[in-house]
């Protein structure tokens, strides 16, 4: 096919072969290019004709007894073909989601990696903003992206669908979100807002699916769940020293445990495990520096699996 189309290029060949198409009756003034194609275009109707010829032949038949294969090996080619055109379509799938990405020779190198699902969707921080993000659902990873009018959206956080989990939430009508569910993981997690009631039971159900596949597959790391951030909203006082929080007094995250603690009881910093090498030191509650860093409270660690290096790049909102 490569030497055909380069030898078109050449203008006295193409005008010869034009001229033998358009005026050779064996050709029934088809192209080439349908000549290649009738073959695979006549499978499923070989497979009706043989169908057809299984009903009208006699059981006594002396051809009776071959009928069943050639049924068979019609309907193995026609799924070769099939499986061929999809992995075609999933390779061009693959292709233009590459290209709106800043990532995409990483993205086409990982064998068995096929796109599924992009849409835009509100992520709600935990001063309760939302901030439009893209996700990128692959079989395999969830990539969060900023959207842009450029050309190729940066990549903020890849996570490994393997030991992630979905949550579904009700909606928070004292703030007037909605549609919301939690993606649970690692470096963090993500509290998103979808645009429809559809859309949010869409990206539900293929994160689950996905999840669980990922899941059944041998090898990746074990992740530790990162905990969400607790919403400021929610927290009147520091659950460490009991001081009610006002506007002088004012609330910190701990990056550890991600609750909500006073700038008293947050003066340590340390390096923890989700952070990448050049980063520094994140604020970590009293609790928490009492531990080592693998540590979360009772009842805030979702998941007990060992820590997996992070591998990625994340940005935070605040420090
Ligand atoms: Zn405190
Ligand atoms: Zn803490």
Not at 48 to 56: A, G, H, S, Y
Not at 123 to 140: G, M, N
Request: glycine letters at 4%; hydrophobic letters at 30%.
């Amino acid at each position: 096919m490569y030497t055909f189309e380069r030898m078109m290029k050449q203008p006295p060949i193409l005008k010869w072969f034009t001229n033998i198409q358009a005026t050779e009756p064996l050709c029934k003034g088809l192209n080439f290019d349908a000549f290649l194609i009738k073959p695979v275009q006549r499978i499923p109707r070989y497979k009706l004709f043989i169908d057809r010829l299984v009903k009208c032949t006699p059981e006594n038949d002396i051809d009776f007894p071959k009928l069943p294969l050639a049924l068979e090996k019609c309907d193995q080619i026609a799924n070769i073909i099939n499986q061929a055109k999809e992995k075609q379509i999933q390779q061009e799938n693959m292709s233009k989601t590459a290209a709106r990405l800043d990532c995409g020779t990483e993205l086409l190198m990982v064998p068995g990696r096929s796109f599924v699902k992009d849409s835009q969707i509100d992520k709600i921080t935990r001063k309760s903003k939302k901030q439009p993000r893209c996700l990128f659902l692959f079989t395999d990873v969830l990539m969060v992206a900023t959207p842009t009018i450029k050309e190729k959206h940066t990549v903020q956080v890849k996570f490994q669908l393997k030991g992630s989990e979905v949550k579904d939430l009700p909606d928070d009508t004292e703030k007037g979100f909605s549609n919301l569910f939690q993606f649970l993981s690692y470096p963090k997690s993500l509290e998103l807002s979808a645009s429809s009631k559809e859309e949010k039971a869409e990206w539900i159900r293929l994160l689950q699916f996905h999840i669980q596949e990922a899941n059944k597959s041998i090898g990746g790391e074990k992740i530790k769940i990162i905990p969400i951030f607790e919403p400021d909203s929610k927290v009147k006082k520091c659950p460490l020293c009991d001081e009610k929080f006002t506007a002088i007094f004012r609330r910190h995250h701990c990056r550890q445990c991600r609750r909500v603690v006073c700038g008293n009881c947050t003066k340590h910093k340390r390096k923890l495990p989700s952070q990448s090498s050049g980063e520094r030191k994140k604020r970590v509650c009293d609790d928490c520096w009492k531990h080592d860093e693998n540590w979360t409270p009772e009842g805030i660690s979702h998941s007990q699996n060992p820590l997996s290096p992070r591998d990625n790049s994340s940005s935070d909102e605040d420090s």
